[in-house]
């Protein structure tokens, strides 16, 4: 089992950076495949971006591509997402999660554990 805190959340205008980390608590962490979802108000939680247990493979949702990267420090038990060129529709609450390294890295069903997110709002 493992717990999940993310943080740096914050406000940031169009085309600033954030970067959001995820803290994770036990000896496992370098065995899950982890991800970034995020929900904006009155929307589904979506997929943003996952990383293999290595950090040596990763996959983006089509609309952060090129602007998000997802990495992860094994050793230090944290997982992050650096944000650039901000979009006023990023906005929303972003999670991390994590899941067993097998089976769908994209579905959020296949994630088992889940931070409680941070907000990310981002003016125009």
């Known amino acids: 089992q493992v717990q999940l805190v993310e943080s740096g959340g914050g406000l940031v205008q169009a085309g600033g950076s954030l970067r959001l980390s995820c803290a994770a608590s036990?000896?496992?962490?370098?065995?899950?495949?982890m991800g970034w979802f995020r929900q904006a108000p009155g929307k589904e939680r979506d997929f943003v971006a996952t990383?293999?247990?290595?950090?040596?493979?990763?996959l983006y949702a089509d609309s952060v591509k090129g602007r998000f990267t997802i990495s992860r420090d094994n050793a230090k038990n944290t997982l992050y997402l650096q944000m650039n060129s901000l979009k006023p529709e990023d906005t929303a609450v972003y999670y991390c999660?994590?899941?067993?390294?097998?089976?769908?890295?994209?579905?959020?069903?296949?994630?088992?554990?889940w931070g409680q997110g941070t907000q990310v709002t981002v003016s125009s």
């Open positions: 036990g000896p496992t962490f370098g065995s899950y495949r």
């Open positions: 999660a994590a899941k067993d390294p097998v089976g769908d890295a994209l579905s959020i069903t296949h994630y088992t554990y």
């Open positions: 990383i293999n247990t290595s950090g040596f493979a990763t």
